[in-house]
């Protein structure tokens, strides 16, 4: 008999924060937020499940956060702490299968199909997973298990904390059925909202609403809901092949309008950006500019380049026109400002000997690379960027943004 497809979703438990009670086992079964001190601006990356119950949540102002649970212990964080214990984690699981896709740092698919062989059940399979994990890391992880991607999330979510839910084939949709549309990946807050206008408020709902219903209100994304709702998936597992994009964002101190500190600011995280481009070996074909608002609205805005760049000044003209139009749409103030690149490739040599204007600035661009590796990324900064000096503290690294140990 064929093995049926078995996929499994791994995602650990309240992540940056069980690390830092891993560091400091005093903070375990307490409210613990990692985001920053509670009387800055930023938001909560990560809450206990102890402070959760407050209200807390991933996202929400520091501020709310120490109304809602004054006693919680709030830590700044630190990304290569939480880097490190990643890479441990996506390692001990990829013992148990080749077959692993890493979506984020605490977040990983693993194909299982035909592994009962070698566990007995891939439940079993699963259990030894979380136990290996909690001996080698002292985390917990969350597993769900199912016949494809979305319905193995949906259940691993659902089991959390220090879950284990398996989802036997052939029943997926009736899994899915009683849960509220807002478990189903790919429904964010507006979705959401369209859809309970409509009276569309449980998955098994959505699985039996009209396609064309759905796409007449949701367009493209209505079709992709629609196979969700019905625990269809057939996307694969896909082993790394390397990244699809890199981004750095910021939140101010406070909401600005000064145009030159806002741009000041994009032209920094434009260097690190395409410093961290040149440093992987890549170009983007597209940059994207992400702004959100004091009232927490987001935009992404998007431009495809005639040619492929790893270039400082190539990214952050592209980002500027996009801010440039972006604020001349929206007249409050910033919250927030991020770029990124996407569509990555490999350098193409032949461009850069047709066109030596490029082969000079790449030659400059490696030149200032060397340079800061050496003496730190604010040994060289572009006229504009020193501005910053004003509004964000400096170290050797470059300016410490918000969230001081989360920045890169
Ligand atoms: P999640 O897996 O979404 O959250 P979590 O691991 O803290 O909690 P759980 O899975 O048990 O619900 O994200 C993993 C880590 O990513 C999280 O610990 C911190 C970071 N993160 C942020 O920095 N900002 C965010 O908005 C979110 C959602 C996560
Ligand atoms: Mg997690």
Same mark, same amino acid.
């Given at each position: 008999?064929?093995?049926?497809? %078995?996929?499994?979703?791994?995602?650990?438990?309240?992540?940056?924060?069980?690390?830092?009670? +891993?560091?400091?086992?005093?903070?375990?079964?307490?409210?613990?937020?990692?985001?920053?001190? #509670?009387?800055?601006?930023?938001?909560?990356?990560?809450?206990?499940?102890?402070? %959760?119950?407050?209200?807390?949540?991933?996202?929400?102002?520091?501020?709310?956060?120490?109304?809602?649970?004054?006693?919680?212990?709030?830590?700044?964080?630190?990304?290569?702490?939480?880097?490190? *214990?990643?890479?441990?984690?996506?390692?001990?699981?990829?013992?148990?299968?080749?077959?692993?896709? #890493?979506?984020?740092?605490?977040?990983?698919?693993?194909?299982?199909?035909?592994?009962?062989?070698?566990?007995?059940?891939?439940?079993?399979?699963?259990?030894?997973?979380?136990?290996? =994990?909690?001996?080698?890391?002292?985390?917990?992880?969350?597993?769900?298990?199912?016949?494809?991607?979305? +319905?193995?999330?949906?259940?691993?979510?659902?089991?959390?904390?220090?879950?284990?839910?398996?989802?036997?084939?052939?029943?997926?949709?009736?899994?899915?059925?009683?849960?509220?549309?807002?478990?189903?990946?790919? =429904?964010?807050?507006?979705?959401?909202?369209?859809?309970?206008?409509?009276?569309?408020?449980?998955?098994?709902?959505? @699985?039996?609403? #009209?396609?064309?219903?759905?796409? $007449?209100?949701?367009?493209?994304?209505?079709?992709?809901?629609?196979?969700?709702?019905?625990?269809?998936?057939?996307?694969?597992?896909? #082993?790394?092949?390397? *990244?699809?994009?890199?981004?750095?964002?910021?939140?101010?101190?406070?909401?600005?309008?000064?145009?030159?500190?806002?741009?000041?600011?994009?032209?920094?995280?434009?260097?690190?950006?395409?410093?961290?481009?040149?440093?992987?070996?890549?170009?983007? %074909?597209?940059?994207?500019?992400?702004?959100?608002?004091?009232?927490?609205?987001?935009?992404?805005?998007? %431009?495809?380049? $005639?040619?492929?760049?790893? @270039?400082?000044?190539?990214?952050?003209?592209?980002?500027? !026109?996009?801010?440039?139009?972006?604020?001349?749409?929206?007249?409050?103030?910033?919250?927030?400002?991020?770029?990124?690149?996407?569509?990555?490739?490999?350098?193409? !040599?032949?461009?850069?000997?047709?066109?030596?204007?490029?082969?000079?600035?790449?030659?400059?661009?490696?030149?200032?690379? !060397?340079?800061?590796?050496?003496?730190?990324?604010?040994?060289?900064?572009?006229?504009?960027? /020193? /501005?910053?000096?004003?509004?964000?503290?400096?170290?050797?690294?470059?300016?410490?943004?918000?969230?001081?140990?989360? $920045?890169?």
């Amino acid at each position: 008999m064929a093995n049926c497809v %078995r996929i499994m979703h791994i995602d650990l438990d309240a992540f940056f924060v069980s690390v830092e009670q +891993v560091a400091n086992p005093e903070l375990k079964g307490k409210p613990v937020v990692v985001g920053g001190r #509670p009387d800055r601006r930023g938001v909560v990356a990560a809450a206990s499940y102890e402070a %959760r119950t407050f209200g807390l949540h991933a996202g929400m102002p520091l501020v709310t956060a120490s109304r809602l649970c004054p006693q919680a212990t709030f830590i700044e964080g630190n990304f290569a702490k939480y880097r490190s *214990a990643s890479q441990k984690f996506m390692a001990i699981l990829a013992d148990f299968s080749p077959y692993l896709e #890493p979506m984020s740092l605490d977040e990983a698919y693993l194909d299982a199909t035909g592994f009962e062989s070698i566990h007995d059940s891939i439940r079993q399979m699963a259990r030894a997973i979380k136990q290996r =994990i909690t001996d080698e890391l002292g985390l917990c992880a969350s597993v769900g298990i199912a016949g494809c991607k979305v +319905v193995a999330k949906v259940a691993s979510d659902l089991s959390k904390p220090d879950g284990l839910i398996e989802v036997a084939s052939g029943n997926e949709r009736s899994f899915l059925a009683p849960l509220s549309i807002a478990k189903l990946p790919g =429904i964010g807050k507006k979705t959401e909202r369209v859809l309970t206008a409509l009276g569309i408020t449980t998955i098994g709902k959505l @699985s039996i609403t #009209p396609l064309t219903a759905l796409k $007449s209100h949701l367009g493209a994304s209505g079709e992709m809901l629609h196979r969700f709702a019905n625990g269809i998936d057939e996307s694969k597992v896909e #082993p790394p092949g390397e *990244a699809k994009s890199i981004s750095r964002e910021t939140t101010f101190g406070k909401d600005i309008r000064d145009r030159p500190q806002i741009e000041a600011t994009l032209r920094y995280l434009s260097d690190r950006v395409s410093s961290e481009l040149r440093q992987q070996s890549k170009q983007a %074909r597209c940059v994207t500019l992400k702004l959100r608002y004091p009232d927490f609205t987001t935009i992404t805005r998007s %431009r495809t380049l $005639s040619q492929t760049s790893d @270039s400082d000044q190539t990214i952050f003209d592209t980002g500027l !026109r996009l801010l440039k139009k972006a604020l001349s749409q929206e007249k409050q103030p910033i919250r927030l400002i991020g770029i990124g690149v996407s569509h990555l490739t490999e350098p193409s !040599r032949q461009l850069d000997m047709l066109d030596s204007s490029a082969q000079k600035l790449g030659q400059l661009n490696r030149a200032i690379d !060397r340079i800061r590796k050496k003496y730190g990324f604010s040994a060289i900064q572009t006229g504009r960027t /020193l /501005l910053l000096k004003d509004i964000f503290p400096t170290d050797k690294n470059g300016y410490t943004r918000h969230t001081p140990g989360l $920045s890169r």
